[in-house]
């Protein structure tokens, strides 16, 4: 983020916290918190279009298919949030 090389971050919130505790107010926190899980984060530089679009692709399909949930379901319990 630093660097420009992302205007936003979703990660595990614990993890980010000294972060942000320690950048003067260059960094916060913005919107609710989401659970999932332990915590899940995943970023992509501004740069990186073919990856993000890779990742995009492969969600949605996996959306489509029912298996994004099975897998929630598998390695976070009958009670996750599901898509």
């Keep these: 983020m630093r660097n420009g090389e992302a205007v936003a971050v979703f990660a595990d919130k614990d993890f980010l916290k000294p972060y942000v505790d320690q950048s003067n107010g260059e960094l ?3 919107g609710d918190d989401v659970q ?3 915590g899940v984060g995943l970023g992509f530089r501004d740069s990186d279009d ?4 890779k990742f ?3 969600i949605k399909a996996m959306k489509a298919d029912g298996t994004l949930n099975a897998a929630l379901e598998k390695h976070f319990g009958a009670e ?3 898509f």
């Excluded at 073919?50 to 679009?53: G, N, Q, T, V």
């Design 28 to 30: 916060m926190f913005v």
């Design 80 to 82: 996750t949030p599901k």
């Design 36 to 38: 999932l899980g332990g």
């Design 50 to 53: 073919e990856l993000r679009e």
């Design 56 to 58: 995009n692709t492969a």
